[in-house]
């Protein structure tokens, strides 16, 4: 149990275009998800907590207009990454926190590995 | 803020030696949690601890919380190339009611066979 997934795992794109990212729980309803970015050999940064039919909330230095996060479902969060550059390419993770579960515990998908070029 | 160390950055052993992480924060902790990445892939969870001073095992790995609740390892006995990635522990926020974790630097583990 407690299966999240993203989708794409790979994108490779164009500076200036807009990436969607897409993060689902599979077997649990998560009514908070979280959005991380992970640069090589570095520690996971929250970027945002994503709550479900609410507006997301961001860390300090997170420009939400940058990153647009919608949680329309208690299995679905997504990130958009508008007008990416290159300073944007990472590995993007997100987590949800399963309602029933051990309280805080997250549980994290595979990720993204952006690359703007 | 509320901050999350971990040492060491780095541990290099050879198959069969036993490791430690540990993990000390700033700020009392309601719980702390530990996960691992494998090298590529995503953060996996492997435990909570919530007790002070509470001690739990799983197979060869021995995760302790202690007593005032900022500071916490993780051990492996006889190391394994399967253990090879680096772990995280993390802590709620202080601020918040829980849900947002604080992540540790990590240590990232190498093991020679």
């Known amino acids: 149990g407690a299966v999240v997934s993203q989708h794409p795992s790979w994108v490779i794109c164009k500076s200036g275009t807009s990436v969607k990212i897409e993060c689902r729980s599979l077997?649990?309803?998560?009514?908070?998800m979280f959005w991380y970015r992970q640069f090589p050999k570095q520690s996971l940064m929250l970027m945002a907590t994503?709550?479900?039919?609410?507006?997301?909330?961001?860390e300090q230095g997170v420009e939400k207009d940058k990153f647009l996060i919608n949680h329309a479902s208690l299995t679905l969060s997504t990130l958009t990454v508008t007008s990416a550059h290159p300073e944007d390419s990472s590995f993007y993770i997100c987590?949800?926190?399963?309602?029933?579960?051990?309280?805080?515990?997250?549980?994290f998908g595979p990720g993204t590995r952006l690359l703007v070029l | 803020g509320q901050q999350v160390m971990q040492i060491p950055q780095y541990q290099h052993v050879q198959e069969g030696e036993d490791f430690t992480t540990y993990c000390n924060s700033s700020?009392?902790?309601?719980?702390i949690q530990w996960y691992k990445q494998r090298p590529g892939g995503h953060p996996v969870f492997l435990i909570q601890l919530v007790k002070s001073g509470e001690v739990k095992k799983q197979k060869r790995l021995t995760f302790q919380f202690g007593e005032a609740k900022k500071n916490s390892s993780l051990h492996i006995t006889a190391t394994q190339t399967t253990d090879v990635g680096t772990y995280f522990c993390a802590g709620p926020r202080e601020e918040t009611s829980g849900s947002r974790l604080t992540f540790g630097e990590g240590t990232q583990l190498t093991v020679n066979p």
């Open positions: 077997d649990f309803q998560a009514t908070t």
């Open positions: 994503s709550n479900e039919g609410s507006k997301a909330t961001y």
């Open positions: 700020t009392t902790l309601s719980n």
């Open positions: 987590s949800a926190q399963d309602v029933g579960g051990l309280g805080e515990t997250q549980y």
